[in-house]
């Protein structure tokens, strides 16, 4: 199947995650809803559908919110907890990214709501290169015909694709 599609903010979200859950999601494979176990269900329903909040389309994502302060603008990202922060933090970049691209300055903030805590992001010399590494990748992913084969990671249990993925194994 070729996937032509453009990077969006979960995108990169899942590539922090698993490669192969990446590929499944950007194909369209619809893991088990039923699954009870979902933690990051939320993050699958972002794939298909708006989550009825306000957010702000910035054509390959949804921005939770973004405020200015005096004459700083705020893109403000919210996850329930800080367990995938690297997900979070590069999601969020992207989206810091794409504004940079179309000439708008804007500094990020994470905001986890359960530990209750908040963390700035901002582009660096450095992370923009990983963010473009990643991208470059994600884009490799894209095409492959069949997925990556799965690695047992300590997210398996909680996701979506387990079954799929690890059917028949312990
Ligand atoms: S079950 Fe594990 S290997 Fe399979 S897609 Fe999910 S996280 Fe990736």
């Known amino acids: 199947m070729d996937v032509v599609m453009e990077i969006t903010g979960t995108d990169i979200w899942y590539y922090y995650i698993c ?5 499944l999601m950007m194909h369209k ?3 088990d809803q039923e699954d009870e176990n979902v933690e ?3 993050f699958i329903t972002d794939y298909y559908s708006d989550r009825g909040k306000k957010e702000v389309d910035i054509g390959s994502g949804k921005i939770d919110r973004i405020k200015k302060v005096g ?4 893109v403000q990202e919210i996850k329930k907890s800080s367990r ?3 997900s979070s933090y590069f999601q969020l970049l992207f ?19 359960e530990e209750k805590t908040k963390e700035t992001v901002e582009l660096t010399g450095s992370n923009v290169y990983e963010l473009e590494e990643a991208i470059e990748d994600i884009t490799k992913y894209a095409k ?15 996701c979506a694709y387990r079954e799929y993925c690890w059917a028949g194994e312990d």
């Not at 004459?71 to 705020?74: A, P, V, Y």
């Open 19 to 23: 490669k192969r859950e990446l590929w």
């Open 29 to 31: 494979i619809i893991p």
């Open 40 to 42: 990051i269900g939320r």
């Open 71 to 74: 004459d700083r603008l705020i």
């Open 84 to 86: 995938f922060k690297k």
């Open 95 to 113: 989206y810091l990214y794409q504004l940079n691209k179309m000439g708008i300055t804007a500094t990020g903030e994470l905001l986890f709501s």
């Open 144 to 158: 492959l015909s069949i997925p990556p084969p799965p690695k047992k990671i300590k997210y398996c249990n909680k």
